[in-house]
């Protein structure tokens, strides 16, 4: 089973700068979309940036300028680099990764396997003004 791990988390003044990292594990071969979301408290979850194994981005409006999403495929990675950071940026931080095709040894020949819509446990950002 593929797990995500995060770091890079942390409290910074309004301003600074935090890179946000990401790990996947389990068997992979490929994962087609990663992403970063955030949920502050009584908010929902919505996307901050995705990337495609081709690299292809895509980015909230509101993080736009100041976050970029860049990823390491020979090693499952996905980081958010994070600049110019203010208070409403504060939220849990949950890395997403979704379409994953992971590979097991059979008895005579390798099994495909596809897992969707995996999240990490969130790391915690906080912006202070």
């Known amino acids: 089973q593929v797990q995500l791990v995060e770091s890079g988390g942390g409290l910074v003044q309004a301003g600074g700068s935090l890179r946000l990292s990401c790990a996947a594990s389990?068997?992979?071969?490929?994962?087609?979309?990663m992403g970063w979301y955030r949920q502050a408290p009584g908010k929902q979850r919505d996307l901050v940036a995705a990337i495609t194994s081709g690299s292809s981005t895509i980015y909230a409006n509101s993080v736009k300028g100041r976050f970029t999403i860049s990823r390491d495929n020979a090693n499952n990675m996905v980081y958010l680099q994070m600049n110019s950071l203010k208070p409403e940026d504060t939220a849990v931080y949950y890395c997403?990764?979704?379409?994953?095709?992971?590979?097991?040894?059979?008895?005579?020949?390798?099994?495909?396997?596809?897992?969707?819509?995996?999240w990490g446990q969130g790391t915690q950002v906080t912006v202070s003004s």
């Open positions: 997403n990764a979704d379409r994953i095709t992971t590979r097991v040894q059979g008895v005579s020949a390798p099994i495909d396997s596809y897992e969707y819509n995996v």
């Open positions: 389990g068997n992979i071969v490929s994962i087609n979309v």
